[in-house]
C-alpha cells in the first residue's frame, strides 16, 4: 500500500491518501506510525494507524466531556458507549486519563459530596445511594459523610417541609413528613429526633373539612347519636383528638 499525499485538514489532523484512498489521522498518529518516511506500508500498519487513531477520537471525546464539569469513570465510560466506541477501547483511555489526572473517582466523590451539602438538604442514604449509582465505592463514600451533622439538616429539613403542609391530623402530618425525610434519605433515629422538636397545629378549616364529609358519608347509614358517635370514631381514626372535634362543633 502506497502512502502518495498528505493535505492539512481540521485542527491537529491531516488527509493521508493511501493508494487510492484518503483516511483521516492525527498528526501524532501519523508521526508514531512513520507515515512522513515511508512510501509503503502493510495493511497491518493501516490498521494499526486506524486503530490508534480510534483511541484518540475516543480520547478527546471524553477531554471535552471532562472539560464541561468533573465526572467519574463511570460516567465517562457510558458517554463513550454512547457514542458507539467499543468496550476495551474505552477501558485503555479509562487508563490514560487516570494516569493524567483527568479521572479520579476519590475526588469526584469529595466534590459531590460537598455540592450535595451545600445545594440541598439531601440526607446521607440518599447521597449515598446516588454515588453508589455512579459506581462509587460506599465505604470510601460513607467515609466522606462522617464529619457532617446531618440531624441539623433534618432538623431544617422537617421545619421547612412542615410549612407546606396545612391539611389533615397532627398524626396524618407527622405521617407525611416521616414518608418525606425517609424518601430525602435519613434514618428513622434522626427523623425521630426531629420530629420531638416541632409543633404541629391542626387547622381548624382542616378538621371542620373532614368532619363535614365523614358526617355526609354517614349520613346514609346513621342518625342521631349514633351517627355523633361513628363520626368521632372516625376521626379519631384519622388522628384528631377529640378536643380537635369540640372546637368545630
Given at each position: 500500500m502506497q502512502v502518495k499525499s498528505f493535505k492539512k485538514s481540521k485542527k491537529n489532523t491531516y488527509l493521508v491518501l493511501i493508494d487510492d484512498v484518503?483516511?483521516?489521522?492525527?498528526?501524532?498518529?501519523?508521526?508514531?506510525?512513520?507515515f512522513l518516511v515511508k512510501k509503503n506500508i502493510s495493511l497491518e500498519?493501516?490498521?494499526?494507524?486506524?486503530?490508534?487513531?480510534?483511541?484518540?477520537?475516543?480520547y478527546f471525546e471524553a477531554i471535552k466531556y471532562l472539560s464541561v464539569k468533573k465526572r467519574c469513570e463511570s460516567q465517562v465510560f457510558?458517554?463513550?458507549?454512547?457514542?458507539?466506541?467499543?468496550?476495551?477501547?474505552?477501558?485503555?483511555?479509562?487508563?490514560?486519563?487516570?494516569?493524567?489526572?483527568?479521572?479520579?473517582?476519590?475526588?469526584?466523590?469529595?466534590?459531590?459530596?460537598?455540592?450535595?451539602?451545600?445545594?440541598s438538604l439531601s440526607g446521607p442514604k440518599k447521597i449515598l445511594k446516588e454515588l453508589s449509582l455512579l459506581g462509587l465505592d460506599l465505604d470510601v463514600s460513607s467515609s466522606l459523610l462522617e464529619d457532617y451533622d446531618f440531624q441539623k439538616r433534618c432538623d431544617v429539613l422537617c421545619f421547612k417541609r412542615l410549612k407546606s403542609y396545612h391539611k389533615g391530623s397532627k398524626n396524618e402530618i407527622l405521617n407525611k413528613l416521616k414518608r418525606y425525610l425517609v424518601s430525602q434519605g435519613y434514618e428513622m433515629d434522626c427523623i425521630n429526633n426531629s420530629l420531638q422538636n416541632i409543633s404541629i397545629s391542626v387547622s381548624k378549616d382542616s378538621v371542620k373539612s373532614d368532619y363535614m364529609k365523614i358526617r355526609k358519608r354517614l349520613l346514609k347509614k346513621y342518625d342521631g347519636d349514633k351517627l355523633d358517635f361513628e363520626v368521632m370514631v372516625r376521626m379519631q381514626r384519622k388522628g384528631y383528638t377529640i378536643d380537635d372535634v369540640r372546637q368545630i362543633m
Amino acid at each position: 500500500m502506497q502512502v502518495k499525499s498528505f493535505k492539512k485538514s481540521k485542527k491537529n489532523t491531516y488527509l493521508v491518501l493511501i493508494d487510492d484512498v484518503w483516511y483521516s489521522f492525527y498528526d501524532d498518529v501519523i508521526l508514531d506510525c512513520g507515515f512522513l518516511v515511508k512510501k509503503n506500508i502493510s495493511l497491518e500498519e493501516l490498521n494499526k494507524a486506524l486503530d490508534l487513531n480510534k483511541k484518540k477520537d475516543a480520547y478527546f471525546e471524553a477531554i471535552k466531556y471532562l472539560s464541561v464539569k468533573k465526572r467519574c469513570e463511570s460516567q465517562v465510560f457510558k458517554r463513550l458507549n454512547d457514542k458507539g466506541f467499543d468496550d476495551n477501547l474505552i477501558l485503555a483511555v479509562i487508563d490514560v486519563l487516570k494516569k493524567e489526572k483527568y479521572l479520579d473517582d476519590y475526588d469526584f466523590a469529595k466534590c459531590y459530596v460537598h455540592d450535595a451539602i451545600e445545594l440541598s438538604l439531601s440526607g446521607p442514604k440518599k447521597i449515598l445511594k446516588e454515588l453508589s449509582l455512579l459506581g462509587l465505592d460506599l465505604d470510601v463514600s460513607s467515609s466522606l459523610l462522617e464529619d457532617y451533622d446531618f440531624q441539623k439538616r433534618c432538623d431544617v429539613l422537617c421545619f421547612k417541609r412542615l410549612k407546606s403542609y396545612h391539611k389533615g391530623s397532627k398524626n396524618e402530618i407527622l405521617n407525611k413528613l416521616k414518608r418525606y425525610l425517609v424518601s430525602q434519605g435519613y434514618e428513622m433515629d434522626c427523623i425521630n429526633n426531629s420530629l420531638q422538636n416541632i409543633s404541629i397545629s391542626v387547622s381548624k378549616d382542616s378538621v371542620k373539612s373532614d368532619y363535614m364529609k365523614i358526617r355526609k358519608r354517614l349520613l346514609k347509614k346513621y342518625d342521631g347519636d349514633k351517627l355523633d358517635f361513628e363520626v368521632m370514631v372516625r376521626m379519631q381514626r384519622k388522628g384528631y383528638t377529640i378536643d380537635d372535634v369540640r372546637q368545630i362543633m
